[in-house]
């Protein structure tokens, strides 16, 4: 038996139910942010590094990469959202033991699906990178960091998905302690095999998953930390049931992802076509889109931190039925939203050249297309926050049908069509306008689906 505080009044007078909302907020989203913030520097140091070390032929073979990395992520949100908010439900209802079970068979999806994708990859990595839009000039670089990434995809599923289960269980320095352990150990050793051992793209990618399994040892040790519930060695099995509803409720999270990933490969395939098309070439859309996407990635990091910060207070409240609590955080994350993306925007706008310097440096036709890249394609992201805040609200009050559906009107619905048909009158120029077109679509949904949800609420 894996033994945690036996039940007491501890584990029934949770602080979730009757501390005040702001209080709550700031424990568990600073935390959450701070973890965010460091997962996002596993790619945005490799970029940076790389940039310098490699230059931006590099850079761009890392972002032909990320879906792969994109499409892990998909795995371990929709494990690791989804059990985090049955746990948390369970939890306001007060059935601690459903809880426990959870939390096994979610550590077993974990293991099983980290370790299946990981081999599937390392099978098929060759037409995927094809696929996803690698040039004969990145082919290489792409294969070589990928073939190592790899690796540590099973560690990376577990680091997040047991942070997830750790801040639901109330330890949000816990989880973000695990992310940051990893993050340091990257940052550490990204300069060292890069520059030291002359590692190049491999030394970048050495570096990654060392951090990754750091972490995800350490994730794994809170199994035997859980404070409001009592783990027994019985739990730990897979259960279709158990599988079925927790991906039910992760799959909002899940499917974002994967339609996100769909998104990278089209738009690298538009950037490497139209872009052959331009002045710029097919390589410097390419490079560029990548590291503009990963420092929107940094930004959206605060707002998904926000989101898991957000997801065991509103779980936790709509399972205890206390609406009043759930709409008081849902409006107060998204006063946060609005602050931080702003913020993000007014950056932007006003130093593109000196933040893009940050990840090397190219010729002027390089900066050139960067620069406007990420003034048009960012400009309206604060509504791109607001979209993702409200899909995973509707999957931490237990009705992710919903969340899905709403996750996927901006990548699916409109931002992929767009991608496509706006270059066909416009290039590249196109591909750059999908981007604020769509969050202002998607945005018009949110209002609809969260309006009517509130008013149900009310009438509740």
Known sequence: MINSLPMSSEKTENPLGYEKIPLLLKQFAIPSII??????????????????????????????????????MAITLTIGIGSASRFSLYLGRREEEEASKVVGNGFCMMVVFGTVYAVVVELFLIPMLTAFGATPDIFSYAVTYTRITTLGMPFLVIM??????????????YSMTTMLLGAIVNTVLDPIFIFIFHWGVAGAAWATIIGQVASGIMALLYMRKFKRITIRKEYFRLSWKQIIN???????????????TFVQVIMNRSMVY???????????????????????????????????GMQPII????????YKRVKATYALVICCELVITLIGVFIFEAFPRQ???IFGKGDELYMEFSVKFMRTFL????????????SNFFAAIGKPLRGTCLSMTRQVLFFIPLVLILPLFFGLEGTIF????????????????IIKEMHSMKNS
């Open 35 to 72: 973890a965010m913030l460091v997962s996002s520097l596993y790619n945005v140091v490799d970029q940076i590094f790389i940039g310098q070390g490699v230059g931006y032929l590099g850079n761009a073979a890392t972002n032909v990469a990320f879906p792969i990395t994109t499409i892990c």
């Open 160 to 173: 997040n998905g047991m942070s997830n289960l750790a801040r639901a269980d109330g330890s949000p320095f």
């Open 246 to 260: 927790t991906a039910k409720m992760g799959m909002s999270n899940g499917l974002t992802q994967v339609a996100i």
């Open 274 to 308: 139209y872009g052959a098309q331009s002045i710029y070439g097919s390589s410097i859309p390419l490079a560029a889109s990548g590291i503009v996407m990963k420092i929107n990635g940094i930004v959206f990091s605060i707002i998904i931190g926000l989101n898991q």
């Open 315 to 322: 779980g936790f409240n709509y399972g205890a039925k206390q």
């Open 355 to 357: 933040v893009l310097s």
């Open 379 to 390: 400009m309206l992201f604060p509504l791109g926050g607001i979209h993702i805040i409200s």
């Open 434 to 449: 999908a981007g604020p077109c769509s969050d202002m679509l998607a945005f018009i949904i949110v209002l609809i689906f």
